[in-house]
C-alpha cells in the first residue's frame, strides 16, 4: 500500500499552474494531487511540441473543414477516418478531430441532450449560461471557460440521474450589433443572422451538451411579441412612464448612453462628444421594488462580492430629510437628505447639483456669468465621470440658505461632485465631520465647525472627524452621543416642520428608452393633432410640411392581440441628431390611421437589456405560440439551479432581470420569487502578456485554431485545468500540449484495456480507483475542476504502469470520470470497452468509502528530533508495534547502538520520535 499512497505525492510541481497549485483539497492521497499531474504536463520544448503538429497533418485539415452534421450519418462520419490519422492512432496519438467529428454528428443524429419530459418523482438541474452576444469576431478563448464549467456539471448531473435542462440562445439585439452593420454597410438582421450561426458551430465543436430545440435569440419575432408583452404587463401595472430624463446624448452615435460608457465628455466607444440635456424618456420604476430586491438576496447561494455590489448599488440608507429655507425665495426651499442629523449645527454652506432647478433662482447678478460657464463646462461629464474626479470643483452662486435651527445665513455653492440625479440633488455641507466637505472647504477657504468630538482623545484639525462621539458646540445638544442627537434633530425638525425621518435608495429608475434602429420597438403609440378645424381625413402627417402635434403626453398600448410589432426594414438606419431617433424617418412606419384618425408610434427601442431579462424563462417553453411560458413549465424547472457568467454583470443584469422576475411573480406567472438559486462567475482568461483579450493588443486566440490543431476536448479540459474556476488565469497556447499528452496516454491505456479484456484487479489499483471516484466526485460538486483533473491524470499513471494488466472496470470508470471534461474521448473509450449506447446518461460512478480509507500509514521514524527512518504499519497500531518495526530500520538501529532510550514520543498514526542518549 506504500507505492499507492505514494503515487498522489510522488511527482514534482514540473508544469502545473501556480493557480492550480494553491487550491484547497480535501483528503490526504489528494494534497497534492496537482502537483502529481505534472507527470502527464511537463514542459517540452517548443521545436518537440511543433514536431508533434507537423506529424501529422491531416488531423488539422479535418478539423477545420468541420460543419453541423445533422444529415451525416455515424456511419459515414466514422469510416471517414483519413490515412493520416490511422497512422497517428498506430503510433498511439489520439485521433481527435475524427473522433469528435463522429460523436458531434451521433449526438446530433440520436438528440442526445434533448431536454427530456419532466419526471416530478425525480430530482432537477436547470443549468444555464449568461445569454452570450453574437459579436462579429466570433468567440475568443476566453469566452468558453464558463460555457465548459457549466456543460460539465450539466453532464455530471444527467449521469446522476437529474432531469437537466441546458438551453443556449442568444443576445442579437444591441448597439453592438447596430454598429457592425453600419460599419459593413449591411443590414443587422444578415449580420446578426450570420454572426449567430458561427457561434453556433464553434460551440458545438466544443461538444457543448446544448438542448439546440430550445435555441432562442432575441431578435426572433416571436420572442420580440413576448418581450414587449411584459412591458405591456409593467406599464398596466404603473412601473412604465414617461419623464424628462436629463440625458447622457451623444450626437455622433445618436442615442442616450449610460454614465458607465462615459469618460471625460467623450464616448467609451468612439471617443465622441457627449452632451447633456433633460430628453423625453421611457422609465422603469424598479424604485418600487428596491425594499424586495434587497431583501431577496438573502438566501441566495452568490458571491459574496456579488451580493454586496447589488446591495450597495441598491443602496439603502436610513436618515433625515431637512428643508433649507433660502433668502429672498419665500415660496422655495432646498431639500437635503441626510444620515448624519447630529452634525446638523456644523453646517457651514450647502452645495446645490449644477443642473439643481433652483440653481438659477438662487444665483446673484454678480456670479450670473461665472454660475452659467460652469454649468456648462459641467454638462458635458457624465453622473460617473463627476463622482470619480479626485478633485473637486465648484462655484459660489452668491445667495444664501437659512439654517432651519440656528436661522444662521449659509452660503449656497454649486459642486461638481453633487448629482441631479441622486437623492434630492443638494447636500448640507458639514466640512468637519465629512471627508468630501473638508477637502471642498480647504480648497476654498470655507468655514469649519466642530460638533462632534470623540468620547476619549483630542480632534485634529487637520483632518475631518468621521466617527460616532458625542456632541458639541451644538446647543440643546451638546453631551449627546451621535445615534441619541440623531433622533433629537429628526424629532425637533420634524416639530418644526421643516425635516423629519426619510429611506433613501441609491438606486435610480432604470431609464429604458434608446434612440436606436436595432432594438425591440416600444408597444406604444400617441394621438396626433393638428390645427383647429383640420379635419384628419384631409391631412397626412407623413408628407412634408404638414403641420401636427404628436401627443406624447397621451400615450396608448399597442393591444396585446397586434404584437409582435415589428421594426421596418430601412436602407437608412445609421443615428442622426434627431433624439427622437432614427425610426422617426420611417414615416409610413411611425404614423398610421385607426378608426379615422392619425397616430405616431413610438420611436424609441427598448436597451438590450430588455431581452436578457426574461430568456431563462423563454427556455422552459420556446414553441409556445399563446404565452411567454406557461405556468407548468416554471413550477417543472424553475428556479434556475446554477447560473454562470462573467462577474461584469454582478450588478445591471442581475438586477434588472430580478426586477422583471419579481414583477412577473406578483402578477402571478411565476411562483418563485427569485430565478437564480445558485450563481458562479469565472475568472477572466488574460491573453498570454497578462491583458485582458482585445483586438487592439493584438492577443485574441481564437479558439478554432486550437480546435484545429489539438482538439475540442483539449481546450475544454486545459481550460479546467489552469487554475480555480473563478481565478483570472493568463492563456499559453503551448500548455495545451500537455493535456494533448495526458489524452495521448488514456487513449493508450483505454485501447489495453480494450483489447486485453483483463477482469482482475489487484488491491493496490482497487484503493486508487475509489480514491479517484470519490475525489473527482467530491471535485466535480465543487466545481473543483483543477483538482479533478489533477487526479485523473494520477488514476491514468498508475494505470499505465500496468502495461498489458489494466483492468477493464477500471477503464471504464475511468472513461465516465473523464466525460464531463472531454466528452468526445469519454464516449470514444466508452465506445471501445464494447458499450454500444452513448454513456450521457450512464450511471456515475460510484466508491466505497471503506476503500477510500487506507488500512497503513507511513511514518518518519525520528531519534532525537531527525528522521532516520521510515516504516509502514496499520493506521491503529500502537507504540509497540511501532518500535518493533522501528528497530528493523537499519539507520534507526544504528543511531541507538550503544545508547540508552530515555523517553518515547508516540502519537498513533503521526509520530514516532526516540529521545536516546
Given amino acids: 500500500m506504500a507505492s499507492a499512497a505514494l503515487m498522489f505525492r510522488a511527482v514534482t510541481h514540473a508544469f502545473v499552474p501556480a493557480a492550480a497549485r494553491r487550491v484547497r483539497v480535501s483528503g490526504e492521497t489528494a494534497n497534492n494531487a496537482a502537483s502529481a499531474a505534472a507527470a502527464s504536463f511537463r514542459s517540452v520544448p517548443s521545436v518537440a511540441r511543433r514536431t508533434f503538429v507537423s506529424s501529422a497533418p491531416a488531423l488539422s485539415s479535418a478539423s477545420s473543414s468541420r460543419r453541423p452534421m445533422s ?11 483519413s490515412a493520416a490519422a490511422a497512422a497517428a492512432a498506430a503510433s498511439g496519438a489520439y485521433p481527435f478531430a475524427e473522433v469528435e467529428a463522429k460523436w458531434q454528428a451521433y449526438w446530433e443524429k440520436e438528440q442526445t441532450f434533448k431536454t427530456p419530459e419532466r419526471d416530478m418523482e425525480k430530482p432537477k438541474k436547470y443549468v444555464l449560461d449568461m445569454f452570450p452576444y453574437p459579436s462579429g469576431a466570433g468567440l475568443h478563448v476566453g469566452h468558453p471557460e464558463g460555457y465548459t464549467a457549466s456543460d460539465v456539471m450539466a453532464r455530471y448531473w444527467r449521469m446522476k440521474g437529474y432531469d437537466v435542462l441546458h438551453p443556449i440562445g442568444w443576445d442579437s439585439f444591441g448597439l453592438p450589433a447596430e454598429q457592425f452593420a453600419i460599419n459593413t454597410g449591411a443590414q443587422p438582421a444578415d449580420t446578426t443572422t450570420k454572426n449567430i450561426a458561427n457561434f453556433k458551430r464553434q460551440l458545438k465543436i466544443l461538444g457543448f451538451s446544448y438542448d439546440w430545440d430550445r435555441e432562442v435569440a432575441t431578435t426572433d419575432v416571436e420572442y420580440v411579441k413576448w418581450t414587449q408583452w411584459i412591458f405591456l404587463q409593467l406599464y398596466k401595472k404603473g412601473l412604465a412612464s414617461q419623464s424628462e430624463v436629463s440625458v447622457n446624448w451623444c450626437p455622433a452615435l445618436g442615442t442616450v448612453l449610460a454614465n458607465e460608457e462615459v469618460i471625460n465628455g467623450l464616448s467609451e466607444r468612439g471617443d465622441h462628444p457627449v452632451v447633456r440635456f433633460p430628453l423625453r424618456q421611457w ?21 459574496s462580492g456579488t451580493l454586496t455590489a447589488q446591495k450597495q448599488w441598491i443602496g439603502k440608507s436610513e436618515g433625515c430629510n431637512i428643508d433649507f429655507e433660502v433668502e429672498g425665495l419665500d415660496e422655495e426651499k432646498i431639500t437635503v437628505f441626510t444620515t448624519r442629523a447630529d452634525t446638523l449645527m456644523g453646517v457651514t454652506y450647502v452645495t446645490l447639483a449644477p443642473e439643481h432647478p433652483l440653481v438659477s433662482s438662487v444665483t446673484s447678478d454678480e456670479q450670473k456669468l461665472e454660475v452659467e460657464t460652469y454649468v456648462t463646462e459641467t454638462s458635458s461629464r457624465s453622473d460617473l465621470d463627476r463622482t470619480a474626479a479626485k478633485e473637486k470643483t465648484g462655484v459660489f452662486t452668491g445667495g444664501y440658505a437659512i439654517h432651519p435651527i440656528s436661522g444662521e445665513k ?12 441622486y437623492g434630492t440633488g443638494a447636500v448640507m455641507a458639514v466640512p468637519a465631520h465629512d471627508e468630501r466637505d473638508f477637502e471642498f472647504a480647504a480648497k476654498y477657504g470655507l468655514e469649519m465647525k466642530w460638533v462632534v468630538e470623540p468620547k476619549k482623545g483630542d480632534l485634529s484639525a487637520d483632518e475631518a472627524f468621521t466617527a460616532p462621539g458625542v456632541a ?10 451621535t445615534a441619541k442627537c440623531k433622533k433629537a434633530v429628526t424629532k425637533k425638525l420634524k416639530s418644526l416642520e421643516k425635516g423629519g425621518p426619510k429611506i433613501t435608495y441609491k438606486l435610480r429608475d432604470w431609464t429604458f428608452s434608446r434612440q436606436r434602429y436595432w432594438g425591440e420597438p416600444i408597444p406604444i403609440y400617441f394621438p396626433v393633432d393638428f390645427a383647429d378645424g383640420v379635419e384628419h381625413g384631409d391631412v397626412d402627417p407623413k408628407e412634408d410640411g404638414c403641420d401636427h402635434t404628436i401627443r406624447f403626453d397621451q400615450p396608448i398600448p399597442v393591444d396585446e392581440s397586434e404584437l409582435p410589432l415589428k421594426l421596418p426594414l430601412m436602407e437608412d438606419f445609421k443615428p442622426g441628431d434627431d433624439p427622437a431617433g432614427c425610426l422617426a424617418r420611417a414615416k409610413d412606419w411611425r404614423y398610421f390611421q385607426k378608426e379615422g384618425k392619425w397616430y405616431a408610434r413610438e420611436t424609441n427601442t427598448m436597451p438590450q437589456w430588455a431581452g436578457s431579462c426574461w430568456y431563462y424563462f423563454r427556455f422552459l ?7 411567454a411560458f406557461s405556468k407548468k413549465v416554471d413550477e417543472q424547472w424553475m428556479p434556475v439551479d446554477l447560473y454562470v457568467g462573467g462577474a461584469e454583470h454582478a450588478v445591471l443584469h442581475l438586477l434588472y432581470a430580478r426586477f422583471w422576475h419579481q414583477v412577473l411573480f406578483d402578477l402571478g406567472y411565476t411562483s418563485h420569487p427569485e430565478p437564480f438559486q445558485k450563481l458562479v462567475h469565472q475568472g477572466m482568461i488574460l491573453g498570454s502578456d497578462g491583458e485582458k483579450m482585445s483586438k487592439s493588443r493584438g492577443n485574441v486566440v481564437n479558439p478554432d485554431d486550437i480546435v484545429n490543431d489539438q482538439g475540442g476536448d483539449a481546450l475544454r479540459m486545459y481550460e479546467m485545468f489552469m487554475g480555480p474556476l473563478e481565478a483570472v488565469k493568463p492563456w499559453q497556447t503551448e500548455q495545451v500540449s500537455g493535456i494533448v499528452r495526458f489524452q495521448n496516454k488514456l487513449y493508450n491505456v483505454v485501447k489495453n484495456a480494450a483489447e486485453n479484456k483483463c477482469t482482475d484487479m489487484d488491491e493496490e489499483t482497487t484503493k486508487i480507483m475509489h480514491k479517484t471516484m470519490k475525489k473527482v466526485t467530491e471535485d466535480i460538486d465543487s466545481m473543483s475542476f483543477n483538482t479533478a483533473i489533477s487526479a485523473l491524470m494520477v488514476y491514468v499513471n498508475h494505470l499505465q504502469s500496468l502495461k498489458d494488466k489494466v483492468p477493464v472496470e477500471a477503464a471504464e470508470n475511468l472513461a465516465l470520470m473523464l466525460s464531463p471534461f472531454g466528452p468526445h474521448m469519454g464516449e470514444e473509450c466508452w465506445n471501445m470497452l464494447g458499450h454500444d449506447n452513448s454513456l450521457a446518461y450512464h450511471s456515475w460512478v460510484e466508491y466505497d468509502e471503506e476503500l477510500c480509507v487506507d488500512s497503513t500509514v507511513t511514518m518518519g521514524v525520528q531519534v532525537n528530533g531527525k528522521v532516520r527512518g521510515e516504516i509502514e504499519i496499520p493506521k491503529d497500531a500502537d507504540q509497540d508495534l511501532a518500535m518493533e518495526e522501528a528497530m528493523k530500520q537499519s539507520r534507526v538501529a544504528a543511531q541507538l547502538d550503544g545508547k540508552d532510550v530515555k523517553k518515547i514520543i508516540f502519537v498513533q498514526g503521526r509520530i514516532l520520535n526516540i529521545v536516546a542518549k
Avoid: C, H
Fill in 410 to 421: 449659509v452660503p449656497i455653492w454649486i459642486g461638481d461632485y453633487v448629482l441631479g440625479s
Fill in 283 to 303: 422609465q422603469l420604476k424598479i424604485t418600487d421594488y428596491a425594499d424586495r430586491l434587497e431583501a431577496g438576496l438573502e438566501g441566495l447561494d452568490w458571491p
Fill in 621 to 627: 417553453d420556446p414553441k409556445n405560440t399563446d404565452e
Fill in 472 to 481: 458639541t458646540n451644538s446647543g440643546e445638544f451638546d453631551g449627546m452621543t
Fill in 71 to 81: 444529415a451525416v450519418d455515424e456511419q459515414e462520419a466514422t469510416s471517414a477516418t
